[in-house]
């Protein structure tokens, strides 16, 4: 190698090491921003001095799609301790009409919880979604039904997302002489707290929409879903709650465990069916309009996956409805530059993993010409990765400490927090944090190439059967109170 092009070379390095330096500190300091953002929290003290006849009408939805049976009665089970009064509230499962496994196994399943209902969702050629092409059809917030190029198009597709449509228009109808009437909706998966319910009773007094926390059971399951599982802990539990706000900041949704006034959601045109996930474009249109966040501190009970493979499924999906809700939704919601900037500050956090693939070999190549005294990369370089190592240290020690609360959620021995606390160690997270490039990079060329439509469903395999039973009781008779 000639002088000149090891010169070159040696730039080209310095130059690349400054650069990923300089995106961890904004890194770091989109993270000190969101965590200096207060918490509008729903305060579960606060007495309910209405009659219960006043109290919200709430129908919980449960979309399915080719579940094990096992996995949907341990939910069930969950759902049958929810402490809400009986003639105000409706499970409503909300399977797709071909989906006969699951519609079989659900029948089955009412034998043993007589509070579930089943809501079969038949395809858009039905004459009962008229209802949704009127409600559309009158309403502008419905941008994606009078713009672009999947305009007035009724093929929606058969996922997550058109089952929660019918559902919500079909028990609009049904249930419209309630005044108070509340959709709440939760994964294959998802086990409630008791006191889930009464949470949007009080919340819904203060805010728009109560979004629950979300805690994985099985996080000592396999390697793979202790690091799986992390993502919940440093996003669900740790930064998320922030977005609330005071409203002063853009927020997603985390699409399980969430409450909406049915007249509400309505109002803003219901799901948009063309997004992968739904979670963060309702949640940035509900804060254009002006509707509030509250955050319930009781968290939901799921799985993570088990295995890598599963996990990328999950998170390309995540990724490419990232992207899409942050193009061309931010336009038809009429944000400004300023307010965009802060919905993609959302992103952020996630998108900066990014920088792991220079960063962290530059690095490692940068503390190599250091200790090799080969005077290569400027001292005031070492300064500023100095300056991000002590950012680091303050960022992972918050939420270390935070995880180990919420490992108590989970687990009642220590050892077992202490195992989920070695799994998850410093060095253990760079590694997971560098394999998110994996879904990173798949997701957006799904965003690209405009994929993402069909439910690429993650597999439930009742991880917390024991779980779920050993908090609630193996003798405990199925039965909302």
């Known amino acids: 190698m000639t002088p000149t092009v090891e010169h070159s070379l040696l730039l080209f390095l310095t130059v690349a090491f400054v650069l990923s330096q300089v995106l961890y500190t904004v890194t770091f300091l989109v993270d000190l921003y969101?965590?200096?953002?207060?918490?509008?929290?729903?305060d579960m003290e606060e007495p309910i001095a209405e009659p219960e006849s006043e109290w919200p009408y709430i129908v919980l939805?449960?979309?399915?799609?080719?579940e094990l049976e096992a996995t949907m009665r341990t939910t069930l089970l969950s759902l049958s301790k929810l402490d809400y009064p009986a003639q105000r509230c409706r499970v409503v499962a909300i399977p797709n009409?071909?989906?006969?496994?699951?519609?079989?196994?659900?029948?089955?399943?009412?034998?043993?919880?007589?509070?579930?209902?089943?809501l079969e969702v038949p395809p858009t050629s039905d004459p009962s979604w008229q209802i949704v092409w009127d409600s559309w059809n009158a309403n502008p917030k419905a941008y994606w039904w009078h713009h672009g190029k999947?305009?007035?198009?009724?093929?929606?597709?058969?996922?997550?997302?058109?089952?929660?449509?019918?559902?919500?228009?079909?028990?609009?109808?049904?249930?419209?002489?309630?005044?108070n009437l509340v959709i709440n909706y939760i994964d294959a998966d998802s086990c409630p707290p008791a006191d889930h319910f009464k949470g949007a009773v009080i919340g819904l007094r203060h805010y728009d929409v109560v979004q629950a926390l979300n805690v994985a059971g099985n996080l000592n399951a396999t390697l793979p879903a202790s690091w799986h599982a992390f993502d919940h802990m440093a996003w669900d539990g740790h930064k998320y709650p922030h977005l609330s706000a005071h409203g002063r900041q853009p927020y997603w949704v985390l699409g399980k465990g969430l409450f909406y006034r049915v007249s509400d959601?309505?109002?803003?045109?219901?799901?948009?069916?063309w997004i992968t996930i739904e979670d963060p474009e309702i949640g940035l249109r509900y804060w254009a309009n002006g509707l509030r966040l509250g955050i319930l501190a009781s968290s939901l009970i799921e799985e993570v996956p088990k295995t890598w493979l599963q996990g990328i499924t999950q998170r390309k999906r995540w990724i490419c409805g990232f992207f899409q809700s942050l193009g061309r939704p931010l336009g038809h919601l009429g944000l400004t530059p300023w307010q965009r900037f802060k919905c993609w500050l959302i992103f952020f956090p996630c998108l900066s993993l990014w920088i792991n693939t220079i960063g962290l070999p530059l690095g490692v190549w940068a503390l190599w010409m250091y200790f090799a005294q080969t005077h290569v990369v400027p001292v005031w370089t070492l300064w500023i990765a100095a300056l991000n190592l002590a950012l680091f240290t303050w960022s992972l020690s918050l939420l270390y400490v935070n995880t180990w609360r919420r490992t108590r959620l989970v687990f009642i021995r220590w050892r077992?927090?202490?195992?989920?606390?070695?799994?998850?160690?410093?060095?253990a997270l760079m590694i997971w944090w560098f394999l998110w490039i994996v879904p990173l990079a798949i997701g957006f060329r799904m965003y690209l190439r405009d994929?993402?439509?069909?439910?690429?469903?993650?597999?439930?395999?009742?991880?917390?059967?024991?779980?779920?039973?050993?908090?609630?009781g193996e003798s405990e008779k199925p039965g909302l109170d």
């Open 416 to 427: 077992d927090r202490a195992w989920y606390m070695l799994r998850v160690n410093p060095l």
């Open 34 to 42: 969101f965590l200096s953002l207060p918490v509008d929290w729903v």
């Open 61 to 66: 939805f449960y979309p399915v799609l080719r």
């Open 265 to 273: 959601l309505i109002a803003l045109g219901g799901f948009h069916p």
């Open 451 to 472: 994929e993402g439509l069909a439910w690429q469903r993650t597999e439930k395999i009742d991880a917390n059967k024991l779980l779920i039973r050993k908090k609630l």
């Open 150 to 179: 999947r305009s007035g198009v009724k093929d929606l597709p058969p996922k997550k997302t058109r089952q929660l449509i019918y559902g919500l228009y079909r028990v609009a109808l049904s249930l419209k002489h309630e005044p």
């Open 97 to 118: 009409s071909n989906d006969e496994v699951t519609i079989a196994s659900l029948r089955r399943l009412t034998d043993e919880f007589g509070f579930l209902e089943i």
